[in-house]
């Protein structure tokens, strides 16, 4: 049963502290997404990779965040110093030419 | 950028009942997603229909693209089938999905 997965589940952290979160995309898929869900903006785009390289990352606040695809089984998604606003699940989806799949996302708190 | 609008925000029905759930979208879409989000925040695909219709099950979803809108029905409804319903599209060059603020649905006992 093909799936992305998403490590870690749940992450609290400090203000300050560096996050790295990982995705594994389905095998196959070309195309990676990282999306962001709040309370307040509901789910928005992030950045995403085709062929691990990277078309867009306007979603990101740039000075801290950072996308990598270092290999096609492997999205990093790092926030570096980490802020109380970043609080948010953090999704990553996959997909090959239309239709997305998502993983169970990461649910970050910076305290 | 492209604007998505979903109704009802909230809807509350007891087991047993129909429900129609609504997206309505500002342009022309070439990918359309409904998606239910469970209790335990799973985004869970249910349809992948830019255009036409498709059932599932209980489910069954219709897009008419030139009027810009799709409908998601859920009949005979199941405590299970309480959730978020997401409906988000992509359109022009951008491979981004845009999502509506979702219709929170409960179904009671």
């Known amino acids: 049963d093909a799936r992305v997965t998403q490590t870690p589940r749940h992450k609290v952290t400090e203000m300050g502290q560096e996050v790295t979160m990982r995705c594994q995309p389905i095998?196959?898929?070309?195309?990676v997404f990282w999306y962001r869900q709040t309370m307040m903006q509901g789910l928005e785009l992030l950045a995403y990779?085709?062929?691990?390289?990277?078309?867009?990352d306007s979603g990101m606040p740039k000075d801290r965040f950072s996308a990598e695809m270092p290999d096609a089984t492997l999205a990093t998604l790092k926030i570096q110093p980490s802020e109380p606003r970043d609080s948010a699940v953090y999704f990553c989806?996959?997909?090959?030419?239309?239709?997305?799949?998502f993983g169970p996302g990461t649910r970050l708190t910076v305290l | 950028g492209i604007q998505v609008e979903q109704s009802p925000p909230d809807l509350i029905l007891q087991e047993g009942a129909n429900s129609t759930l609504r997206c309505n979208f500002s342009?022309?879409?070439?990918?359309l997603q409904w998606f239910h989000q469970n209790p335990w925040g799973q985004l869970i695909n249910l349809f992948y229909?830019?255009?036409g219709t498709k059932q599932n099950g209980r489910l069954s979803a219709t897009t008419v693209a030139t009027e810009r809108y799709s409908l998601l029905y859920i009949s005979s409804s199941q405590t299970t089938d309480s959730g978020v319903y997401f409906c988000?599209?992509?359109?022009?060059?951008?491979?981004?999905?845009?999502f509506g603020k979702g219709t929170h649905l409960i179904i009671q006992p």
């Open positions: 989806a996959s997909g090959l030419v239309y239709e997305q799949f």
């Open positions: 095998l196959g898929h070309n195309t």
């Open positions: 990779f085709r062929n691990r390289a990277p078309l867009d």
């Open positions: 342009d022309s879409v070439n990918n």
């Open positions: 229909i830019p255009s």
């Open positions: 988000a599209v992509k359109a022009g060059g951008a491979d981004g999905l845009t």
